[in-house]
């Protein structure tokens, strides 16, 4: 996959970080934010995730889990470390020496970095997973009616089967 060098987006929302003090963040973030609804702090370390949820909220994790598997599955990640708002209102309202945290959620008034909300996340992950499945289709509609029919519901079995046995080994739960 080839990605740009740079996607003008991302520069936009990270120019208010110019550097980031991961000790201070890892401190910080959980001190003021913790409380406040659903906090997720993610590392992708060799391409694995890991995570550790941080508040009362966090269900909605599973969204950003099944995300950042699916990238982790189709591309291979710099080790990175970052913290998601899973709740419903964004967190960093200070104008200067804020922290970046990513959000589905953000205003004019506050600092976190908004991401394409579930909806279209999903429905993304959900049409790159059909044209796959179709694709293995295809790969085995050989021979009779009768063969082609099993070799489908085996191939989508087989598919769903691993991508669950995926987030069990790779996302380590708290």
């Given amino acids: 996959m080839r990605c740009p060098a740079h996607e003008p987006q991302v520069l936009a929302d ?61 591309v291979r990640v710099p080790d ?34 908004v991401l394409p909300t579930y909806e279209v996340t999903h429905s993304t992950l959900e049409t790159m997973r059909g044209v796959t499945n179709d694709l293995l289709s295809v790969q085995g509609n050989t021979g009779n009616t009768h063969a082609r029919t099993h070799t489908h519901t085996h191939t989508h079995a087989h598919t769903h089967t691993r991508s669950l046995a995926m987030v069990r080994l790779r996302s380590p739960c708290q």
């Fill in 80 to 113: 990175v470390e970052f913290f998601i708002n899973v709740g419903d209102w964004p967190l960093e309202t200070r104008r200067t020496d804020a922290v970046p945290v990513l959000s589905w959620c953000g205003s004019v008034e506050t600092r976190d970095i």
């Fill in 14 to 74: 990270f120019k208010a970080f110019p550097t980031v003090d991961l000790q201070r963040l890892r401190q910080e973030v959980p001190r003021r934010f913790a409380n406040r609804g659903g906090l997720v702090h993610y590392a992708i370390i060799d391409n694995r995730l890991h995570r550790r949820t941080l508040g009362k909220y966090t269900d909605f994790k599973m969204f950003s889990d099944e995300m950042l598997l699916s990238l982790t599955r189709k």
